[in-house]
């Protein structure tokens, strides 16, 4: 039975030829590969289609499974060389947009004052990071009301950890403002003027604990010791007898530093008197005049004779003097 269409008219056999012939070489610039431009493409063009290369469908080589494809891809990227910069573009800094994060420009918005911002991973991290420190450092939050330590003047859960870690005083913040009297800090001159304590006492960390801070007059200078001024009251009368015997030695060690300063003003009056009378001595010693005299002179008297005497360049005065 014939397949052709009637009205076509039938290829001669060398139409049919060169049909075929066209249709193959079609179909190998579909499937060859594509020719490299530059010196020499021409020649390997030429050698690019050999005779029943161009018309093979080979199977491709693959990766075995999803994983080593993966691993490839991985390799691949890994081996092509970085980009090279433009020198043209001039001096420009290269940022990783995947770690920025907006800080909305240092201004507090609506959500940070509500507390209603979702937090984000960074200050989550953060605060557990803060948390497991005053954990470390025994400043565990009040999480069992029961148990948690109160201030011991309002009752509040919310203590200074400071105060109660080194002076062992449940004290909140607000109430060491409300009691200065009590929760204040005295340095170590004050304690040693005021409540008329020794260095020895002062370093004695379990009869005075103290809270070492950077001196502020200059950062080369010792730290200062800081001691609680509830603390330095019991110790200094618990020593002295109560308020008393405390204002007792206070006013004898004052009218001690009253006499010591009087002694010591006499002392300077009698040394500046003796300087001022040795310097009186030696001002009428060089007050006196000394007589320098000029050569003998001879002069006739009323006799009839002649005397001779000296006159003083200085001051004038003669005197009568033999010549032998």
């Keep these: 039975m ?7 008219p039938a290829l001669t056999p060398s139409q049919a030829r060169l049909a075929a012939l066209n249709r193959l070489k079609a179909k190998d610039r ?24 161009g018309y093979v469908n080979k199977p491709v080589a693959g990766p075995s499974s999803s994983r080593n494809a993966l691993a490839e891809q991985s390799q691949d990227k890994a081996g092509e060389a970085p980009l090279r910069r433009d020198p043209g573009l001039g001096k420009y800094f290269e940022y990783d947009l995947s770690k920025l994060h907006n800080s909305r420009g240092g201004f507090l918005t609506e959500d940070d004052l509500n507390g209603e911002r979702i937090k984000s991973v960074i200050e989550v991290a953060r605060e557990k990071q803060r948390e497991k420190q005053l954990i470390r450092e ?15 003047e309002c009752k509040s859960l919310e203590i200074d950890h400071q105060f109660l870690k080194v002076f062992g005083t449940r004290v909140c913040k607000k109430c060491k403002e409300k009691f200065p009297e009590k929760y204040s800090l005295l340095t170590k001159t004050e304690c040693k003027e005021d409540y008329l304590l020794t260095d020895p006492e002062l370093k004695d960390e379990d ?47 004052e009218a001690y530093k009253k006499r010591k300063r009087e002694a010591k003003f006499e002392q300077g009056l009698r040394d ?10 030696q001002r009428r010693q060089e007050a006196e005049h000394v007589h320098h005299f000029e050569d003998v002179r001879e002069e006739a008297d009323d006799e009839g004779g002649t005397r001779s005497f000296q006159r003083c360049f200085g001051c004038g005065a003669e005197q009568q003097v033999e010549v032998w």
Aim: hydrophobic share 30%.
């Design 2 to 8: 014939s397949t052709a269409n009637p009205g076509v």
């Design 30 to 53: 579909l499937t060859a590969p594509t020719a490299p431009t530059g010196p020499g493409s021409s020649r390997d063009g030429a050698n690019a289609h050999r005779p029943g290369q």
């Design 138 to 152: 025994g400043e565990e939050p009040a999480i069992h009301p029961e148990t948690s330590p109160r201030c011991k």
């Design 207 to 253: 009869l005075l604990p103290h809270l070492l801070r950077a001196n502020p007059h200059a950062s080369t200078y010792s730290n200062m010791m800081l001691f609680l001024r509830e603390q330095v009251e019991k110790v200094a009368l618990d020593k002295w007898g109560g308020e008393e015997g405390l204002d007792k030695e206070w006013e004898r060690r």
């Design 272 to 281: 500046l008197r003796k300087r001022t009378r040795n310097n009186l001595y």
